[in-house]
């Protein structure tokens, strides 16, 4: 994903949330302030024969199958809290994706044992990077934004951080994505949660069209996903 082809999608998510870009560059140039060096994530086991499992933090997560699936894959990028559930059920995320919203003891302990973690700047997490971010081992540190891309901070594509994991794999040339623990109709979450949801799924319905793929997660939802907004030919 190159910052050309994702800055329209980009410009839609803020103007539907109602975000400022300023704002995500402002997180953007803190995370690369406070960091002394950074992972490289082509580092990371993923390339053309390689299945990923992208775990999400939904109830369906601790289902059987979720995670017989997700100990079948050959790497696991775990979306926030998802490392968590994983590693109680015995599973080892091979990356954490997060913006810092929830566990950052987790963040902290799985880069000083040497775990890459994704993390996020952006608008509204700043205080969190500058409490987190020094506590962290940086040489584990992914430093990702979803504005342009400056110096070590990457842009892959991607809003929630379930996405921006499965972005993540692709980028890295992964053979097979699968999914495990999404729950998009999970009535737990709040309006703007569930909005955020929307989005994660349209993105993974251009994802996919990229691609050339289709993801079990999204069979049955294809017809009622809004994507006007979305760069991609009828299909």
Request: one cysteine or more; charged letters at 30%.
């Amino acid at each position: 994903m190159e910052f050309d082809e994702w800055e329209p999608v980009y410009e839609a998510i803020l103007e539907d949330f109602g975000y400022g870009r300023a704002g995500d560059e402002r997180g953007r140039d803190l995370l690369e302030s406070l960091l002394e060096t950074s992972f490289e994530p082509t580092a990371l086991p993923i390339g053309p024969d390689a299945t990923v499992a992208i775990a999400g933090a939904g109830p369906s997560l601790t289902d059987d199958r979720s995670l017989e699936r997700a100990r079948e894959a050959d790497v696991v990028l775990a979306a926030s809290t998802a490392v968590d559930t994983l590693a109680s059920c015995g599973i080892d995320a091979d990356c954490m994706v997060t913006d810092l919203d929830k566990n950052p003891e987790t963040v902290e302990r799985l880069t000083h044992q040497g775990v890459p973690v994704a993390v996020h700047g952006h608008g509204d997490n700043r205080e969190a990077i500058r409490e987190v971010v020094p506590n962290c081992d940086h040489a584990s540190i992914v430093p990702t934004t979803q504005a342009a891309p400056t110096g070590p901070v990457r842009n892959f594509g991607g809003f929630t951080d379930g996405d921006r994991a499965a972005f993540l794999a692709d980028h890295l040339g992964a053979a097979d994505l699968v999914f495990v623990g999404w729950d998009f109709d999970d009535p737990a979450v709040d309006d703007v949660k569930s909005h955020k949801l929307e989005w994660a799924e349209r993105l993974l319905y251009w994802l996919e069209g990229r691609r050339g793929d289709r993801f079990g997660v999204l069979d049955g939802r294809r017809d009622d996903i809004e994507t006007a907004s979305l760069p991609i030919d009828s299909r």
